[in-house]
């Protein structure tokens, strides 16, 4: 049998050496929208509906922002539940023809442009308090703060608003931050990525 020379012996213990001790790829996450459900009397109002959603690994997703001191990422972002009205669908191709006003949206409101359909969705403005776990809630929304990250495989339970529960479809839409500025206002693929849930209809 032919004997391996010196120098390649350790040109093979070298790159060994080196694969072993290589950095693995950098884990990648995405904020996945769960199913949009009816929450029935008597526990909650008639046209109550609620949903999950939850930070995964995922080879299609985008790196944390940061990684902590105990090596776990952190990930801003969080989930609203967002309707329609069936009766006054608004048509759009970009955020800015989603002003919420009616009869399509409500007075005052917030409207978001899914453009894969080319329809506006809304919700209603209301005031954000602090979680016990950290987090902002409004009548609609569950987010992330500067100082508290989304955690990895936890289902997080948005709020349960209500609408009209015969003409009033529903859907989750999720952003996830990719850097500091994130969902607070950043660009769509640069500082965010928004993700959409499937409708839940009347």
């Known amino acids: 049998m032919r004997r391996i020379g ?11 050496l080196n694969a072993a001790h290589a950095t693995p790829p950098q884990a990648k996450y995405k904020v996945e929208p769960g199913a949009v459900v009816k929450k029935d009397p008597p526990a909650h109002p008639a046209g109550s509906v609620g949903s ?9 997703g985008d790196p944390p922002i940061s990684i902590g001191a105990d090596g776990k990422p952190f990930v801003s972002g969080g989930a609203c539940l967002l309707f329609q009205d069936t009766r006054h669908v608004k048509a759009c191709t970009t955020q800015a023809d989603c002003v919420s006003k009616p009869p399509a949206g409500p007075e005052g409101g917030i409207g978001y442009c899914h453009q894969a359909s ?27 703060t ?10 997080n339970d948005t709020p349960i608003p209500k609408g009209p529960p015969n003409t ?15 969902c607070a206002g ?12 499937a409708v839940l209809e009347p």
Do not use: H, I, N
């Open 6 to 16: 010196p120098l390649v012996a350790a040109m093979v213990a070298a790159c060994l």
């Open 52 to 60: 999950t959603f939850t930070l995964v690994e995922a080879a299609d």
């Open 118 to 144: 080319g329809t506006c969705w809304f919700k209603k403005d209301s005031t954000a308090t602090t979680t016990g776990a950290g987090y902002k809630r409004d009548d609609y929304c569950l987010k992330s």
């Open 146 to 155: 500067p100082s508290k990250t989304l955690v990895v495989g936890t289902a």
């Open 168 to 182: 009033t479809r529903w859907r989750l839409t999720t952003c996830q931050g990719l850097t500091k500025t994130g």
């Open 186 to 197: 950043g660009e769509e693929g640069v500082d965010l990525r928004t993700r959409w849930g």
